[in-house]
């Protein structure tokens, strides 16, 4: 698959979520394990030693335990986690507890607004006197060459001017 | 099992033929690995039944064995860090047609509906009383935030952010959709609206109407962001409302004049005009035609004096809305009050112009 036809979006976030206050995206997780098989044994670990914990800190998510004899270990039907570490379960469910809600596609931008130009969009009378409307040409006003930095004669000028108010204040003392 | 069986010879060929390819025949492998005659049609069969079967029905979570509805509703006020009395929760998530069936199914089961402790009661009070809290805070809020705004414009944003299809919006994202309890799934749209203004109502009741005002501000006011509230409210006739707002204010009446054409003769004309009052310019738009650039200036004129600018400061929501005392009682002036003050205004000109 080539670049352009992977589904992309931009950068968003559920209901403004943050700006009135964070709201933990994850409502339920169910995690379904075999309670004698080997490869839940990680899945088993994870549920003695710190599933409590997560509950505790987290009472805003419902877990579902869901014990199936003989079936690989999974959280949410979607992640399977055959053989996996207990750390690599929890690593998991903090995945899933982070999550924005938001599908998992790829960004057009790391940033997204919904202003892109504050000073509205540019067109040729942006900044444009309307003397210009009345003005006959050729003008000598208009035609002047506006300087926009100090030339290097106008610099030089200055600090000889600068030098001679110094020699004439020291001739003063 | 035919499939099976043919499988594994197959996998026992492609074996020998690893092991001692030359041994086997041509002939063998490709009849050990060809598909049974029936199989294409069953398969054929089995997706054209799929296709004229439709797509399945949505179906509630509850349908696939792991539902509680109790932890659910206790987990629902913990995500928002507030403290719902569960019952009151629950009665705010109830609808009559449900409440209706579930009667009905008890009475069935003569069960006595008076000495039931599980009270079954439908959420159309705390809806109103939700509904209420909500609106004369969204109201004081915007008055807060947009002090020259008329009444009427207060009122369309008011309209806007409470609109059902806002709520659905909010309530859908909030995760509602499980826990209303009405007899189809997934609700109707309006459902999420009545069940959101019933929870606002069943916190201000298990908390208070502070902590209610709280979720409202947390929850409705951030849809303003991004959006124009100026588009809200519709303003039928700019001119005449911004020559009798100037008058009022005791400025010159407003001039429209033009400041810049181009390509006049063209489909892409455009031309700018620019208001000004007492030789100052109020506003100013581009338009296709002179008098939609007129219109359009003078709408500029009315955001600019109404301070509802596009370069207006964002709204306090958040932290920095914690400490914003709000005035219930205090309204903004309304295009009514306008008029009867132009009213006054014409009338003291005359009598002083008759003294």
Redesign the interface.
Known sequence: MTHSTIPSAFLKNVLHNGVGRYVCQLQRITLSFCKSHGSSRGMRDFIENHLLEFTNANPGVVVYLKPRRHKAPRIVEAITVHNAQMDEICKWVEFMKTRSGEKILRLEKKWHTDNPSIQGIWDPTVNKSTSLNIAEFPSEEFSKFIETEQSTTEKLRELAKNIKNVKMRLSVL | MATFRCFRTGMLVNSSILTCRNTISKQVVRNANKKPKWLSAYLKEQYNRRLAAGPEPERH?EKF??W?YD??I???G????EEFNENLLKQAFMFSSYVENERARREDLDINLDTDNISIEDNEQLAIKGGEIAERYIKAFLRHSYPLLFEEGICAIQKYLMSDESLH??AS???FKDLIKTMEYPPEDDKYCTAFKAVVGALAESQSVQRAEVFV???V???L??KDINEMWEVVNPMGLLNSLLTVLGRGAPEPRL??Q?ASQTMMA?Y?V?IYSDKELIGRS?GESVTIAEEMAAREALKHLMKTS??RPPLP??KQAENIKLDYEKKNISLEQLSQKLLQNSEQRITSGIS
């Open positions: 979570p064995g792991c509680n932890c659910e206790y987990a629902f913990k995500r928002f860090g919006y909010v994202n909030l995760g501000k947390d929850f006011l951030p849809q962001i991004g400041l810049h181009s455009v700018h620019g581009p596009d370069y929501i958040g």
